[in-house]
């Protein structure tokens, strides 16, 4: 299991939880079944195809995944899993 | 029996060669002279001196003038008011090895009788001395850094949220001229956050509004109102003007606008966003480090991206991120500590964490790359096209 920390965007659709656990061995995996068990989150991260959208950030234990493996990046247990977008507000 | 004054004076002549000011002067104005070495007290230096020299007072010649001497061998020139006490400072040098001394006959005054440029420093006034006591007495900040902060021009993005204790906090610090830009009028519904605003002020312009609490705190910061929204047609011209621009604007539009014409002007932006108890916070500097799209390629689509009027923020956020702002603007402009260039800062209040991301540098960046074709666009088109589009990033 990998902790994915949820940004307040997201919160509503897991729930209201900061962070879910979800199993997986990438993060690609983790992200996929935690979409399986929120599909309100799949719904604004994945594309139709079940792509990421580029404006994701994903971090594994606040490292870039685009500079690791991206989606493929082993995960395991303790492992942390960030999805960040990016926040306009400042008023 | 003990050498008099005059005995040491007459020996040190000996030791010594002295240089007329007319001699000395073509070399100095044309900035290939030799290193100038004031020992005069700092009442006497503060009143003026020749160009480029270094001020090492008489008592502390011996301790302080290897640090500002490059080896022995370099050749100095001495000077004090009338040529004594620089002619007994010579000799010391000399005694302590060094080979290349002159002594500046006449001194100071006999320089400034021939009309030779001065150099008169630059001092805070008393008053300035005593309101920004505690920054002169920090070692990293003293008189030179606080006399950096009035000649220093912050622009900033929004006065509301992040903007209030921003610019609250740059203008007491002593940043000597704030720009605002805001078109917007306080709302009673922005006081639970944006401290600078009052009650008695709802209805006017932010920037205003604003301009009124600085002057209250501080006045003597100049406050330029810029009150309207920062576009690609001025955006250019407003940079132009100011040294570190700071980022509380509320909508992407704004903020990829603010990262292209922050490289383009080469202006380094402090970036903070906010949502409900969640603050972003990083440092751009341009072409040194990544900028905001090699951190954000592209904007969300807007309901993933609501702003704090539509989703709720803490007010007290605004405080910790505003002032994280603050800080890093006035560490861009004094040249000292690490900022948070490189670094992506996330602090969450519900979970009182800080939690830092490396941030690099994108080489197929679309705006900072070396293949990047930089212009200023439709921000609010572009915006609004890359969030009703799909675009894939690889396969999840
Ligand atoms: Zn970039």
Sequence with gaps: MSTVKIPPVLRQAVGGERTVEAPGSTMGEVLTNLCQAHPAVGAQI????????????IYVNDEDARLLQWTDTPVGEGDTVMILPAMAGGA | MSPS???LLAQAREAIPEVEPSDIAPRVESGDGPLIIDVRETAEWDQGHLPGAIHVPRGFLESRIGGVTSGTDQELLISCASGQRSLLAAKTLAD????????LAGGFARWKQNNYPVEVPRILSPAQRSRYSRHVLIPEVGEEGQLKLLDSKVLLIGAGGLGSPTAYYLAAAGVGTLGLVDDDVVDESNLQRQIIHTTDRVGMNKGESAKQAIAALNPEVQVNVHPFRVNRDNVLDLLDQYDVVVDGADNFPTRYLMADASLMTRTPLVHSSILRFEGHASTFMPYDGPCYRCLFPEPPPPDLAPSCGEAGVLGVLCGVMGNIQATEAIKVLLGMGDTLSGRLMIYDALGMTFTELKVRRDPD???????????????EAWCAGVGSHDHAGATA
């Design chain 2, 365 to 379: 960046c679309p705006s900072c790359g070396p293949n990047a074709d930089l212009q200023l666009r439709d921000y």
């Design chain 1, 46 to 57: 994945l594309t139709p195809d079940g792509e990421l959208h580029k404006y994701v950030n």
């Design chain 2, 5 to 7: 004054y005059q005995d």
């Design chain 2, 96 to 103: 302590m090895g060094f080979s290349n001394v002159t002594n």
